[in-house]
């Protein structure tokens, strides 16, 4: 993902080694969210506890990511004092750890709603394909973020908005299926469906937030920004 330029051969190896190791680490964490969201999906179709209690309780392995990619970008700021490309670079894997961590904490509220609702289910029959093809989308979505920040790959990225575009439609579709005159499961199901609607879409979005970040540190254009 990351290339270290304008340093001396010596330093510009521990540079590249530290940069590697940080794309390394991203890539590893989005393999590690897109696994939780996987687990918190089934958690929701099946209403399986012990996946909710699995996928809560990982979110700390997560958050431990997290502020070890600090660290690491911390070290790099202060011994390096990046400029200009390699300071767009750096920032960038900070940018990106806090995306990832967010993932994560969506990821672990789907699995809270399972767990919540325990031992009755949380969809209802004419909802559930829809949510089980959200959560394949988006864990997919992360796997393609992972596959973007090891290799650099412009056109992959752009595929990445596709499947964005997919995620969305599902979203727009949930909120059609639960405000039609032929929802009668209630008030609290609906509200419940709805907030994981957002977080699955949520969650796409800073997926897809990943991969236009490493097009940033490739072309050096910014991302355009998520509509909220």
């Given amino acids: 993902m990351f290339a270290a330029r304008g340093y001396p051969d010596s330093v510009r190896d521990a540079y590249q080694d530290k940069l590697d190791q940080l794309a390394i680490s991203l890539a590893s964490a989005c393999e590690l969210v897109a696994d939780a969201l996987d687990k918190a999906t089934q958690a929701l179709?099946?209403?399986?506890?012990?996946?909710?209690?699995q996928v809560i309780s990982d979110d700390a392995r997560v958050d431990d990511f997290r502020a070890a990619a600090e660290e690491q970008v911390f070290a790099l700021l202060a011994l390096q004092a990046p400029v200009a490309t390699d300071l767009r670079i750096v920032l960038s894997g900070l940018h990106a750890a806090m995306a990832i961590e967010r993932m994560g904490d969506l990821a672990e509220h789907i699995a809270t709603t399972a767990r919540r609702r325990h031992p009755h289910p949380v969809l209802?029959?004419?909802?559930?394909?829809?949510?089980?093809?959200?959560?394949?989308?988006?864990?997919?979505?992360?796997?393609?973020?992972?596959?973007?920040?090891?290799?650099?790959?412009?056109?992959?990225?752009?595929?990445?908005?596709?499947?964005?575009?997919?995620?969305?439609?599902?979203?727009?579709?949930?909120?059609t299926v639960l405000t039609a005159p032929s929802w009668d499961h209630g008030v609290a199901p609906a509200v419940d469906i709805t907030l994981i609607g957002r977080f699955y879409e949520r969650y796409a979005d800073h997926a897809v937030a990943l991969a236009r970040r490493v097009v940033y540190i490739v072309t050096g254009r910014m991302p355009r920004p998520l509509v909220p």
């Fill in 45 to 53: 179709l099946h209403a399986d506890l012990q996946l909710a209690e």
């Fill in 124 to 175: 209802p029959a004419e909802v559930a394909p829809y949510v089980a093809e959200m959560g394949r989308i988006g864990s997919s979505l992360a796997r393609g973020a992972a596959e973007v920040i090891q290799t650099r790959d412009l056109t992959r990225a752009g595929q990445l908005e596709a499947d964005d575009d997919a995620m969305d439609d599902l979203h727009r579709h949930l909120f």
